[in-house]
């Protein structure tokens, strides 16, 4: 299937602080790239995503950037705020399924201090 | 989101006994999921339906099988649980309109132990 490497795997930052998730992928046809949190006890929830036309998206605070000549994409994090403590989980449509469904990263657990 | 419902929230069960976990949407959405997470691996797919007529094995299917009796639900089963079937699951839906690749929208997960 899909092989998406999610790095790293914890991140700590101070308050205050820009945080960089990165993900690598190896299939080039892949079209849509999203980023989902899941906050302490909480369900995962889609935060932001990309599709392969653009090459950088904003929302607020966060911001997902795309390379596609290097396979890899960011999720971007600036002025974090302790509420920002959570595990973020990129994804990949699956191959196997027509790219229908979502392969996710393993995920990070992003920490932000007061 | 109240819209994706799971029960139960917590089970914990011998080796060995067949469990059923349940998600019910008010969605009205056609695709669903079911996911375990286990710590360090994220977010791993067991099937998926597309319809109440088609279901589909994901990445992690053995050891499990699934209902769709309605639009609305879907169903997870553990025939005989294993103690390595201990994870947080997780159902989730999704609406194709938006394109091949969608929003997917969790529900507030199960948690299974199995002794």
């Known amino acids: 299937g899909e092989n998406v490497e999610q790095h790293p795997s914890t991140l700590s930052v101070q308050e205050g602080d820009s945080a960089v998730i990165k993900c690598t992928y190896s299939?080039?046809?892949?079209?849509?790239f999203p980023w989902y949190k899941q906050e302490l006890g909480k369900r995962p929830q889609l935060i932001i995503d990309?599709?392969?036309?653009?090459g950088e998206k904003k929302d607020q605070r966060i911001a997902v950037t795309l390379n596609k000549t290097a396979k890899h994409f960011s999720l971007h994090i600036t002025e974090t705020q302790p509420e920002d403590s959570a595990v973020y989980f990129c994804a990949l449509p699956h191959p196997h399924s027509g790219y229908s469904t979502l392969t996710f990263g393993k995920g990070t657990m992003l920490l932000v201090s007061p | 989101d109240a819209d994706v419902t799971q029960t139960p929230r917590n089970r914990i069960t011998k080796t060995g006994k067949r469990i059923m976990l349940e998600c019910s949407q008010t969605k009205g959405h056609d695709r669903m999921y079911w996911y375990r997470q286990d710590p360090g691996l994220g977010l791993r797919l067991i099937y998926y339906s597309f319809d109440v007529k088609d279901i589909n094995k994901g990445e992690i299917s053995d050891g499990y099988s699934v209902s769709r009796q309605a639009q609305a639900k879907f169903s997870l089963s553990l025939e005989s649980a294993i103690p390595n079937q201990t994870a947080l699951y997780f159902c989730?839906?999704?609406?194709?309109?938006?394109?091949?690749?969608?929003?997917?929208?969790f529900g507030p997960g199960t948690r299974l132990t199995v002794l």
């Open positions: 989730a839906t999704s609406d194709p309109s938006g394109g091949p690749t969608d929003t997917q929208y």
């Open positions: 299939d080039s046809a892949s079209n849509y």
């Open positions: 990309i599709r392969s036309n653009v």
